[in-house]
């Protein structure tokens, strides 16, 4: 099969990291394009290209003039079989090209924009997601796990190693999240909540970058840290004791499978994709933006024993999830094929 992967975004977020595993995997089986901006690079020096396999081949469009055009070229040259898209700028540019082969889309938030509803297929990662898409569309719609890639585990030494990197000593408590530093994923309540908290010999550590550093280094107090973008990024999970994804919006967290994976307590903010994870896989919830009862929560896991917990999570790996995703393609070219009859169910579980 030809698959094209369309992200047309920069640096490297959960949305690309998605988009750059899934290329990669296919790839293995498939011939795969993936077609990014030529500024793909964001300017902490993050892009989705350093994680893509040399087995996908990654073709670079203009930014912004011209962007049209050079993706419709690329889709003349390379002939794929479906189009894959990632984000609402991609999706809107392939919806104008009117391409011959079936298009979809991952909704890494919401369907927001028509352009949407104008593809074959759409692939929901929460179930909050396919509630959202109206009855009018003709398209298909498909309810998946979201995917991640299983992290191998790592011995005492390196996870000593890795705290001290992070200037974490030994018994020191810490608290860890993994984020874009944008607003939306809410770290200004953490660090307002581990501040009232007053957790004797604790330490958080914030990890990621995004046009949010200035003001929230701002707000950092004493044993709070920003080290920035780590490449390996998934190491670091298993140097935490606790893990906390305080996002004011979130639709369905890759950081809190791949916390959960390093077998992590979680404690999540009630944002819809969250509360959805926490329910299936256990953890605590505070109310978003409650930093009264974030703190109060982080106080109890400080005075509790340490511990890591072992969750099933098969049905998100990604060799699984993927192999989902091949058979929606399936079904989307052998449908496009067919006449347009009238709309078919809302969503399918497949």
């Known amino acids: 099969m030809r698959i094209m992967h369309v992200i047309l975004s920069n640096g490297f977020a959960g949305s690309e990291r998605y988009a750059a595993e899934l290329a990669s995997v296919q790839a293995a089986e498939h011939d795969v394009m993936l ?6 690079r964001s300017r902490f020096g ?19 003039l011209g962007t049209q055009r050079a993706v419709e070229r690329r889709i003349r040259e390379f002939l794929p079989d479906v189009i894959h898209t990632h984000l609402r700028r991609s999706s809107r540019v392939i919806a104008r090209a009117r391409a011959q ?50 992290h191998r585990r790592l011995d005492a030494a390196e996870i000593a190693a890795l705290r001290e990197s992070l200037g974490v000593a030994p018994d020191q408590y810490l608290v860890g999240a993994v984020a874009r530093l944008a607003q939306s994923k809410g770290l200004d309540h953490l660090i307002e909540a581990f501040r009232a908290a007053d957790l004797p010999d604790a330490r958080l550590v914030i990890l990621g970058e995004g046009r ?20 390996n990024i998934k190491d670091y999970y298993q140097a935490f004791d606790l ?62 024993p340490r511990q890591r917990r072992v969750h099933d999570l098969t049905p998100h790996f990604i060799e699984n999830v993927n192999r989902t995703i091949i058979e929606i393609y399936g079904k989307l070219i052998a449908k496009r094929r067919q006449p347009l009859v009238t709309p078919g169910p809302r969503a399918a579980n497949i």
């Open 212 to 231: 949010e550093r200035g003001r929230l280094e701002r707000l950092l107090g004493p044993n709070m840290s920003m080290p920035g973008f780590r490449k």
């Open 35 to 40: 077609v990014v901006r030529r500024t793909h």
């Open 101 to 150: 082969a079936p298009s979809v889309a991952t909704l890494h938030n919401r369907a927001n924009g028509p352009h949407f509803f104008e593809l074959d297929g759409l692939i929901c990662n929460a179930r909050w997601q396919v509630s959202e898409i109206p009855a009018t569309y003709r398209g298909q719609v498909f309810k998946l796990n979201q995917l991640f890639t299983p």
């Open 46 to 64: 993050t892009s989705i290209v350093d994680a893509v396999s040399n087995r996908v081949q990654v073709a670079p469009v203009p930014t912004w």
């Open 243 to 304: 893990f906390v994804c305080p996002s004011r919006r979130e639709p369905l967290p890759l950081v809190m499978l791949e916390a959960f994976d390093a077998g992590l307590p979680i404690v999540a903010s009630t944002a819809d994709g969250c509360r959805e994870l926490i329910e299936e896989y256990g953890g605590d919830l505070f109310p978003i933006g409650d930093v009264a009862a974030l703190a109060a929560i982080l106080r109890r896991h400080a005075a509790a």
